[in-house]
């Protein structure tokens, strides 16, 4: 039998009774948080990835290899990809096609028979169907066995049956849809958004060719903005991206890829200079923050293996002269690595739904990174060294980190020590509604705490810019007075020698810590320095709402006894235009630009950017871990080509002062 013919078996086993209903879609429009997460712009983007992951699905079983996203002038969005085709003929069970029963019943589809799919990615199966219910218009069009076949609906109900309309050489499904507007709070796409995802999937996704066009908005050349993602390696091409602002110790990342017991395993990881573990997990294209059982069993034989060649080869001795032990921290610092696995029926639990509980799972990563790794490790004598003396200088800082650590918590107030003297502390002890803000210099600090409303406004100013903690040793970052001042300030614990990360926030004394820095080029530099240390010390702070950033006004525009504030140079010139009748008299005018906090007396500061009615605040988020990691690196570590390139491509949004 012929490829071709194989291929024809295959795609005519694909048909209705591979389509399994498992429940109704009424709850979906009523409740789409429960859903898709929540309806604001996250939710929103979310429909696009369910209608992504249908035509990934079909890449993972074999079918399909293009998957083609638009965002349409009108912020509708279509996929159109070279699978099988969703199935479109009579479902007995339903009495109507098999694509309108994919369309229209949760938890319907043929990721639901192992026949159909091994794998499949997607929010358990909701799928495209919740995009249905949640979209004022979409329309479905299959191309199958050499016809066209279409079917619109609103408000996730059909128009008309389902339309044979021509004939079609092409094979593949196009999903066309336009979000509802009385659903969602915003109906508008980000472009960079969605790439960044696109971009993910292709390198999870090794030989798929991802791409993205935005007629909305076109380039210097005139043409829609447009990307392409296509990877060849896959994982490797992804850790080297990843690590492309991080000095490495190896020549080539260490790559595993394998399968027992029906499970895909395929693992990248390589070491480099800096002391920041970055390590990230999927299942089945999902990004699983929380990690679960295949990050535990990645983890445990990291350790066990690098242990046991350490000790074969003694180079452990040095530091069991000193008393120091190896502890499971100590092997994965200065590691970067990706670890993606495909499972049949994943179970996912945690507060995200997001952690990996397949017990088996764990102990198949363990059992293949162990030996493939030892393999390596005994091959390559040369980066087994250099990796083990890593190991070994992390320990010896991690000692000293420790002592730095334990001296900030005997300062913390919750330890019987003292709140930092700088800090001008709210009365409030509800910690649910103070705020804290991280204010950029003494100077503004003193305006900041003139302005506040001290019941429940914190003010603790920062002395120039702190640490660049992406370049700091641990008990470096530690020592720094700055970066203590903050942990004393927000009352947390700090983690133990196995947790170093983990924070409790239980004793957070303030849920808004808000970063008020000049907005000019130097104030961009310590939100970014702050949103670092953050990021790779304070995580959950961010993971958990409580990190935002203000937005105090660039320009005062006055004329006569009329003022009012601008907060970009549009908004600016619409005021100039209002007090100038169209620009024609621009006597009087005056129009100050703020190059910093310290410009602004406290009764401005308090309405312009502190007062809870009047201000905005940017609350922060990590949407893309990966990208979040790779963004800090390059920003702030120490391969400058990397962070070149990225200010070349950005300096026409830059807001440079003379």
């Known amino acids: 039998m012929s490829d ?3 291929e024809q078996v295959q795609v005519e086993g694909y048909n209705a009774e591979n389509i399994q209903v498992l429940e109704g879609l009424e709850a979906v429009r009523k409740r789409p948080a429960m859903y898709i997460g929540d309806v604001s712009d996250r939710g929103l983007h979310h429909l696009v990835y369910e209608v992504v992951d249908n035509s990934i699905d079909e890449a993972l079983a074999g079918h399909c290899n293009n998957i083609e996203v638009t965002i349409h002038e009108d912020n509708s969005i279509s996929v159109l990809d070279n699978g099988r085709g969703i199935p479109t003929d009579f479902h007995e069970k339903e009495q109507k096609s098999a694509l309108e029963v994919v369309l229209t019943v949760l938890h319907a589809g043929g990721k639901f028979n192992k026949d159909s799919y091994k794998v499949s990615g997607g929010l358990h199966g909701v799928g495209v169907s919740c995009v249905n219910a949640l979209s004022k218009k979409l329309r479905a069009d299959v191309y199958r066995d050499g016809r066209h076949y279409t079917q619109e609906y609103a408000y996730g109900k059909p128009l008309y049956p389902i339309k044979d309309i021509e004939d079609s050489t092409y094979r593949g499904t196009k999903i066309w849809f336009l ?19 696109l971009k993910e999937l292709a390198y999870l996704n090794k030989g798929i060719k991802l791409s993205i066009t935005d007629l909305r908005n076109k380039n210097e050349q005139g043409e829609n903005i447009s990307q392409t993602f296509y990877s060849e390696k896959g994982l490797i091409d992804f850790i080297n991206y990843l690590d492309g602002g991080r000095e490495k110790i190896m020549d080539t990342p260490i790559y595993i890829e394998g399968e027992k017991q029906g499970v895909p395993v395929e693992v990248v990881m390589q070491y480099n200079t800096g002391y920041n573990e970055n390590i990230h997990s999927y299942v089945n294209n999902i990004n699983t923050i929380e990690g679960g059982t295949h990050l535990t069993g990645f983890r445990r034989a990291l350790s066990r293996t690098l242990k046991k060649y350490a000790d074969e080869s003694k180079m452990l001795e040095k530091l069991e002269k000193q008393k120091i ?12 690595a990706i670890i993606s696995v495909k499972v049949a029926e994943p179970q996912f639990e945690g507060q995200t739904k997001t952690k990996l509980g ?14 493939m790794l030892s393999y390596y490790l005994a091959e390559n004598p040369k980066d087994a060294k250099e990796i083990v003396n890593k190991v070994a200088t992390a320990a010896q800082a991690r000692h000293a980190a420790r002592k730095a650590r334990e001296l900030v918590q005997r300062k913390s107030i919750f330890n019987g020590g003292g709140l ?6 709210c009365s409030s002890r509800h910690a649910e509604l103070c705020e804290l803000f991280l204010v950029e210099g003494d100077s503004a600090g003193g305006t900041a705490k003139q302005g506040r409303d001290s019941k429940f406004q914190a003010i603790l100013p920062l002395r120039g810019k702190i640490l660049n903690v992406e370049k700091a040793m641990p008990h470096r970052v530690f020592e720094s007075d700055e970066i203590k001042n903050i942990f004393t300030a927000l009352g947390v614990s700090i983690g133990t020698d196995d947790d170093k990360k983990a924070l409790n926030l239980e004793k957070l004394r303030y849920h808004k810590v808000i970063i008020m820095t000049d907005a000019d080029v130097d104030g961009s530099h310590i ?6 240390f953050f990021f790779r010390h304070m995580k959950e702070l961010i993971e958990f709402g409580h990190v935002y950033i203000a937005t105090p006004p660039l320009f005062l525009v006055k004329k006569g006894k009329d003022a009012k504030y601008a907060w970009s140079d549009d908004e600016r010139d619409s005021i100039i235009n209002e007090f100038t009748a169209n620009g024609l008299n621009k006597s009087g005018l005056h129009v100050q630009r703020y190059k910093g906090l310290g410009e602004m007396n406290d009764e401005q500061l308090w309405s312009t950017t502190m007062d809870p009615e009047c201000r905005t605040l940017r609350q922060v988020t990590i949407e893309n871990a990966s990208e979040a990691d790779y963004v800090f690196s390059m920003l702030m570590g120490d391969e400058v080509p990397p962070r070149r390139k990225f200010i070349e491509d950005n300096a026409k949004f830059a807001n440079i002062d003379a």
Do not use: H
């Open 527 to 532: 939100d970014t320095l702050i949103l670092t």
């Open 4 to 6: 071709l013919e194989k």
């Open 420 to 425: 930092p003297g700088k800090l001008a502390d």
């Open 358 to 371: 397949n017990n088996d799972v764990g102990g198949i990563v363990e059992q293949m990174v162990g030996e």
């Open 325 to 336: 032990e190896i502890t499971g921290d100590d092997f994965r610092e200065g590691l970067t």
């Open 179 to 197: 979000p509802d507007d009385t659903i969602f709070n915003t109906v508008v796409y980000n472009y960079d958004t969605l790439a960044t995802r």
